[in-house]
């Protein structure tokens, strides 16, 4: 479809202009107050619950025609031209990050994002290093070897083999650095496995073009992964994904595999989901993506759902009312432009094939492992809804599915908000389906 960052630059052009007039005002006197959540009367975490009715997402709750009072808003155009000249700071929770200036996408550090660690094999987990180098944050992956202090002495001999012979890959949201995603490796790495922290730069997607730069960054990790598994018999892999945007480059993963050697596809053991997925193009789930990206601790995505008794005191059990944060003026704006801005882009005939492609992929062609879906009711760019439709698809598909719905954490913030939870969650799964066979035969 050419270059993506052609048609962007006016409606981003309105939206900073809005993010510099206001940034704290509130759209009490403008828009309509946003509906409580009923979903709940605890805010203890569900794990395997059934799935509950679907919500519609928070966008849909701002009046367009409220906005439409604002001028600025009704002179923005969709299609628009480049955005190389207005960057918008790095988001650390959203599945979207923000733009990147003309300076640093044509920096020499971006010019040569690639960068992994060789892949010798080590001969004992012992040997290895946790310690990782300093290297720019930049880089597109990296591998993390397991903690030498990791392999239990009590642990059976068996399990320290499998966990020494499985690397969990972690692919990141958009616009997540290697400093976000290092947490979630350390967790893997001090369990004794290996881990590798994929991140995707924004500047790769505002120029996308089917079979360009983005794509052949995911071709280097299927190539890398391909190998690694080819060097010795027994090497397995499982998959960690955040929001829609690591969901769905997993699902470029698995078309690769797919192609290029369909036995791939059977060395995933397991697959992770956190804060996805939404299973189809939806413009007010980009828009809300996109909107967390620009605002950063500004949106109301990135906030809990705080509770409240009858007296008015916060109350964390047995709630009788629910109050949510509402968006500011700049957020609201922000989220009309951006919604009018997707809902021609997604529907742009070469991005609408390519993401039918994937989510095909990832409904109907997903390898025969386990997965375990965490999410949250409190999420602002995920409806819970939607996630719990899609378990509902895969159980009924006959896929081994558990999930946990974390209930009040916001979007791809589930391990810091419960880590206790968070880990629980992913130990238990593990040791039932990747280290299974070696705790039965111990």
Not at 78 to 107: C, D, E, K, Q, R
Request: with cysteine.
């Amino acid at each position: 479809m050419g270059s993506m960052s052609g048609i962007l630059q006016r409606p981003l052009i309105a939206a900073t202009a809005v993010a510099v007039a206001s940034v704290s005002s509130d759209l009490s006197d403008k828009l309509q107050p946003l509906k409580s959540s009923e979903t709940s009367s605890t805010l203890k975490p569900i794990c395997d619950s059934p799935a509950q009715e679907s919500k519609s997402s928070w966008v849909s709750h701002i009046s367009l025609s409220k906005l439409s009072n604002f001028s600025f808003v009704s002179r923005v155009r969709v299609p628009v031209p480049h955005i190389n000249y207005y960057p918008v700071p790095n988001s650390p929770s959203g599945f979207a990050p923000n733009l990147l200036s003309s300076s640093v996408v044509s920096s020499p550090t971006l010019l040569n994002l690639y960068q992994s660690a060789e892949l010798a094999k080590a001969p004992k987990p012992t040997t290895f290093k946790h310690s990782i180098p300093a290297l720019a944050s930049d880089v597109l992956y990296r591998w993390h070897l397991p903690d030498p202090n990791a392999c239990d002495v009590l642990e059976d001999s068996d399990c320290s083999s499998v966990k020494s012979r499985t690397v969990v890959v972690l692919l990141g949201w958009l616009g997540a650095r290697q400093k976000h995603l290092k947490r979630y490796a350390e967790l893997y790495t001090s369990m004794g496995f290996h881990a590798i922290t994929f991140t995707f730069p924004m500047a790769e997607v505002l120029s996308y073009k089917v079979g360009g730069k983005a794509e052949q960054n995911v071709d280097l990790l299927v190539n890398h992964l391909a190998e690694w598994l080819e060097e010795e018999h027994g090497k397995n892999l499982v998959f960690h994904t955040f929001s829609n945007t690591g969901w769905l480059i997993y699902g470029a993963i698995l078309e690769k595999f797919q192609k290029q050697d369909p036995s791939l596809m059977g060395r995933i053991k397991g697959c992770i989901v956190d804060s996805a997925p939404v299973a189809a193009p939806d413009p007010q789930v980009w828009a809300s993506g996109f909107s967390a990206a620009f605002l950063k601790t500004r949106s109301v995505a990135t906030k809990g759902t705080i509770r409240y008794d009858e007296s008015g005191m916060e109350e964390f059990v047995d709630r009788k009312a629910v109050a949510e944060p509402k968006p500011a003026i700049t957020e609201a704006a922000l989220l009309v432009v951006l919604e009018k801005f997707f809902q021609v882009v997604l529907n742009l005939p070469s991005v609408n094939r390519r993401l039918s492609d994937v989510l095909g992929q990832l409904s109907l062609g997903q390898p025969n492992c386990p997965q375990l879906y965490i999410y949250s009711s409190a999420d602002r760019v995920i409806p819970a809804g939607s996630v719990e439709m899609f378990i509902e698809e895969q159980r009924k598909a006959g896929r081994e599915v558990r999930a946990c719905n974390f209930i009040s954490t916001p979007h791809v913030d589930h391990f810091r908000n419960d880590p206790k939870l968070y880990t629980s969650q992913l130990t238990q799964f593990l040791d039932d389906y990747v280290l299974n066979c070696c705790k039965c035969s111990s």
